[in-house]
């Protein structure tokens, strides 16, 4: 794939943030108050995905006891509580800032709730890199189809012009229900193992994304 697309879909959580280690600790504090065994980092990476409810289901909590929303709600919290655990990934400013100078539009397609979402883009003081950003209505974290939907809606631009960086299979759903290229890093909240089912182009991490875009 050439990345001469005018257009860049930014998934966050994983892709830009690193917060795969915040969000193990915040689920193991529920599993860990439940009786359940807790999960590491490999364990989450083969287990993690969207719609979010089936990995809950993945880790053995009942629904019928507890439901998914209060689960939701809980889990939200204690990540938040890590935001030691969260920075942002190695190459990351170098790389928007790349991809800014080359004039390319910079989109934030995110499962996560809107204002949570600005508010990390704020503290991390990455926010002037995008020309959009487009998280959840609510905390669930089900699906985003609907996001990059309504941009392609919203602006007369050519699927081709597009493409979606991301770390997890959800963001290859995405762009192939939507019809634009899509690219996979493999420093998120997945295993470069499953990223690679299918052929799919997958990166080591944001460092070589930036070699390989500039050697283009």
């Avoid at 966050?12 to 915040?26: I, M, Y």
């Avoid at 009942?62 to 935001?83: C, K």
């Avoid at 704020?122 to 189809?145: H, P, Q």
Wanted: charged letters at 25%; hydrophobic letters at 45%.
């Amino acid at each position: 794939m050439q990345l001469n697309h005018k257009i860049i879909f930014w998934d966050w959580n994983g892709t830009l943030l690193s917060d795969a280690d915040a969000c193990v600790e915040a689920m193991n504090s529920m599993l860990i108050d439940r009786r359940k065994k807790p999960i590491d980092l490999d364990d989450y990476k083969s287990l993690f995905g969207f719609p979010v409810i089936n990995y809950y289901k993945a880790l053995g909590f009942d629904f019928s006891i507890e439901s998914f929303e209060a689960l939701s709600v809980e889990f939200i919290s204690n990540y938040r509580r890590n935001g030691h655990l969260i920075r942002l990934h190695d190459g990351a400013i170098d790389t928007l800032a790349y991809f800014k100078r080359k004039k390319k539009k910079q989109v934030i397609i995110s499962a996560m709730e809107q204002e949570m979402l600005f508010e990390q883009l704020t503290d991390y003081d990455v926010l002037d890199f995008f020309n959009e950003v487009r998280g959840i209505s609510d905390i669930y974290a089900m699906d985003k189809t609907h996001l990059a939907e309504a941009y392609l809606n919203e602006n007369e631009v050519n699927e081709q012009e597009i493409v979606f960086i991301g770390d997890t299979l959800h963001d290859k759903e995405v762009a192939d229900k939507v019809g634009i290229d899509n690219l996979l890093i493999a420093h998120g909240h997945q295993s470069a193992e499953r990223l690679a089912v299918s052929g799919n182009m997958v990166i080591n991490d944001l460092k070589s994304l930036l070699s390989f875009a500039e050697t283009l």
